[in-house]
């Protein structure tokens, strides 16, 4: 029997206003028009625009994201407002090969990978040092996407390290559908070590058409 509680949620006006905001393709898609146009720096470096690949299509997806954290030069955390269910997050766990576009900068090359949950909790508690009144009204938003509180000890709130590449990954990530299931699964493997392995296999297996082969079916995604 598990042992994690799950606490309610207060809903507020504010929260159930945003989450109804976040949950609308076409708004949250604008922004991803103005990056692609080379325009982020609009938005400055609270945000970026990853690339990441269809775990189905393999084809290349779009998303813009607030910058939870910058550690280091080439170190960048993002979050995941709809939890472990959202697309770009279920695609990093079949591929962890993204490009990252900051502020007016073209896209960079990147290795993505979830933190652990000592690192989220870590993450998350300097983000409310730092932005205190935004984390303020927008901590009841994500309550209400994740239908679960947020606390900032043992975290529920997923989170994802975006590390730029000093080496670039053009032939692995220019022909995803041709690449290895075996890499594709040994980076799933290490960069997303909660997703169950069955369904990482088979993520893997539709990227690649390849490996994999098992009588169990596989889980929809």
Same mark, same amino acid.
């Given at each position: 029997?598990s042992n ?9 006006a504010?929260?159930?206003?945003g ?11 604008a922004?991803i ?7 982020g ?9 990853l690339e990441?690949i269809?775990?189905?299509s ?8 607030e910058v939870i954290g ?5 170190v960048y ?6 939890g472990?269910r959202a697309?770009?997050?279920?695609n990093?766990m079949?591929?962890?090969h993204?490009r990252v576009?900051i502020?007016g900068d073209?896209?960079r090359?990147?290795?993505?990978r979830q933190?652990?949950?000592? !690192?989220?909790?870590?993450a ?18 994500l !309550? ?20 730029l590449n ?10 995803p559908?041709?690449?290895l ?8 493997s290490?960069?997303?070590?909660t997703?169950?392995p ?5 993520r893997? !297996? ?5 490996a994999?082969r098992?009588?169990?079916?596989c889980?929809?995604?």
């Amino acid at each position: 029997m598990s042992n994690v509680v799950t606490l309610p949620v207060e809903s507020t006006a504010i929260g159930r206003v945003g989450a109804r905001v976040l949950a609308n393709r076409a708004l949250m898609r604008a922004p991803i028009w103005l990056y692609r146009a080379r325009l982020g720096f609009l938005f400055g470096s609270r945000t970026l625009m990853l690339e990441h690949i269809g775990r189905k299509s393999g084809a290349w997806r779009y998303v813009v994201l607030e910058v939870i954290g910058h550690p280091t030069p080439d170190v960048y955390i993002v979050a995941s407002g709809f939890g472990v269910r959202a697309q770009w997050f279920r695609n990093l766990m079949a591929n962890p090969h993204v490009r990252v576009s900051i502020a007016g900068d073209g896209p960079r090359e990147a290795t993505a990978r979830q933190l652990s949950t000592a !690192e989220a909790d870590a993450a998350l508690s300097d983000y409310v040092r730092r932005h205190p009144r935004a984390w303020a009204k927008f901590k009841n938003v994500l !309550e209400n996407t994740l239908g679960s509180a947020i606390s900032q000890h043992d975290t529920e709130l997923p989170m994802v390290e975006l590390r730029l590449n000093r080496q670039p990954l053009k032939a692995v990530i220019s022909s995803p559908r041709r690449s290895l299931a075996g890499s594709h699964q040994q980076l799933a493997s290490q960069c997303f070590p909660t997703a169950n392995p069955l369904e990482r296999c088979c993520r893997s !297996e539709r990227l690649t058409n390849t490996a994999c082969r098992r009588s169990e079916p596989c889980s929809s995604s």
